[in-house]
């Protein structure tokens, strides 16, 4: 970690760059030619990064940041948040400390917290952030965390790992078992250290092979922020056996959308119907969540095809995802598509359709934006239709 980054004049001239293009600023002449202008210019464009993502860093005085990439990775605020609102107790090890995100957001839940990280600068940073931020309640531990873990030699409340998707002989790798660490081969070795576990994946991870991966999982977590699934959560509790509960959490500036079910309730029986006046569009946590015979069952809302994953009603309900009024049911043919859509402004949905977004622009002359939304799907009885909406929410 370089200190002298911390100069008031390097600090200033950071946060009066954040909005200028990097690969143009990278070209300037370095006014500091006492530090690397390529740290200097990796501080800009990490800060720039954590202006929305992590509005509390960005404000604070004298942060000092890591690689982009690592901004990139880390949680958001938002995201992190979230996360804390699912732990309590005496202590928590953070095994992958990395930026530190979560480990602060931890510390406002836990009153003693252990932040691990075998990388030794980022260490460094974090600890020197933790500072700046004024949290006394975390220790920051450089090392490898099962080796750490081992030394401690104590009992947690909780245990939290976000293992890296990227391993040096394998590149970016997608099971849970090639990540770093490998959580299923030391899951044994942490369970004798804490009754209960915290784990991150990326989105990326199917909810069905990472169960295959773990056991004692107690209930998943898909977290959006803006409808856009950013991680799941994977809580493990020493021993547990049992229904196993998926928590879907849609998180946005106006609103934040739940929706709970058992994963497979052979009670949840779907209903199915033609499009009536409403059409409603689940958000992508639940989409993620795989949720769909739950959603029908539970909201009472008719699905338009068991393949398509849209809802349809006659009487308007609230609902966690996008609404839309119906307003024409077309079958999809020549000549209505000819009639209706061809030379118009529209935005387009496809769900369980055979063809692309752009190939229905380009094949029938559509153009994007307009307040008028269409979705190309299946119905019941396997047609292929257009359903032509005004939006509600």
């Known amino acids: 970690m370089n200190r002298k980054l911390l100069n008031i004049d390097i600090q200033n001239f950071i946060t009066s760059n954040i909005d200028k293009e990097i690969a143009q600023l990278s070209l300037q002449k370095n006014p500091f030619p006492e530090i690397n202008w390529i740290e200097i210019v990796n501080q800009v464009s990490a800060k720039a990064k954590a202006k929305y993502k992590l509005p509390t860093w960005f404000k604070t005085k004298d942060i000092l940041y890591p690689s982009k990439i690592s901004i990139e990775q880390t949680s958001s605020e938002e995201a992190a948040s979230y996360k804390s609102t699912l732990v309590t107790g005496e202590n928590l090890i953070d095994l992958t400390g990395g930026f530190g995100i979560d480990t602060y957001y931890f510390s406002k839940k836990i009153k003693t917290l252990f932040h691990c990280e075998i990388d030794t600068e980022l260490s460094e940073i974090a600890k020197h952030n933790f500072e700046k931020l004024n949290i006394q309640n975390i220790s920051c531990l450089q090392g490898d965390s099962h080796i750490i873990l081992k030394n401690l030699n104590q009992k947690f409340s909780w245990i939290y790992i976000d293992p890296s998707r990227r391993n040096e002989a394998k590149g970016k790798v997608f099971m849970l078992k090639d990540c770093l660490p490998n959580v299923p081969e030391l899951l044994d070795s942490y369970f004798n250290y804490s009754k209960n576990i915290l784990i991150k994946t990326a989105p990326i991870l199917d909810i069905t092979a990472g169960l295959a991966e773990l056991k004692n999982v107690k209930s998943i977590h898909v977290v959006a922020i803006e409808n856009e699934v950013k991680e799941l959560l994977w809580l493990l ?30 009670k949840a029986i779907p209903s199915f119907s033609l499009p ?9 946590a639940i989409m993620k969540s795989g949720g769909f015979d739950q959603v029908s069952s539970f909201f009472n809302l008719d699905k338009v095809h068991i393949h398509s994953h849209l809802y349809t009603s006659d009487s308007l309900i609230d609902f966690p995802g996008r609404i839309f009024k119906i307003e024409n049911y077309l079958q999809y043919n020549k000549a209505n598509m000819k009639q209706h859509m061809e030379n118009h402004k529209i935005n387009i949905t496809i769900r369980n359709f055979p ?28 047609d292929k239709i257009v359903l032509i909406c005004t939006k509600i929410k």
């Not at 049992?242 to 709970?260: D, M, R, W, Y």
């Not at 094949?363 to 396997?382: A, P």
């Open 276 to 284: 009536k006046k409403y059409l409603y569009e689940p958000n992508s």
């Open 237 to 266: 509790s020493k021993n547990y056996i049992g229904e196993i509960s998926i928590q879907t959490v849609n998180i946005a500036k106006k609103e934040v959308s739940k929706f709970e079910f058992v994963l497979n309730n052979s």
């Open 355 to 382: 063809d692309s977004v752009e190939t229905i622009r380009k094949r029938w002359k559509i153009k994007e934006g307009g307040n008028s939304y269409c979705f190309f799907s299946t119905d019941m009885n396997n």
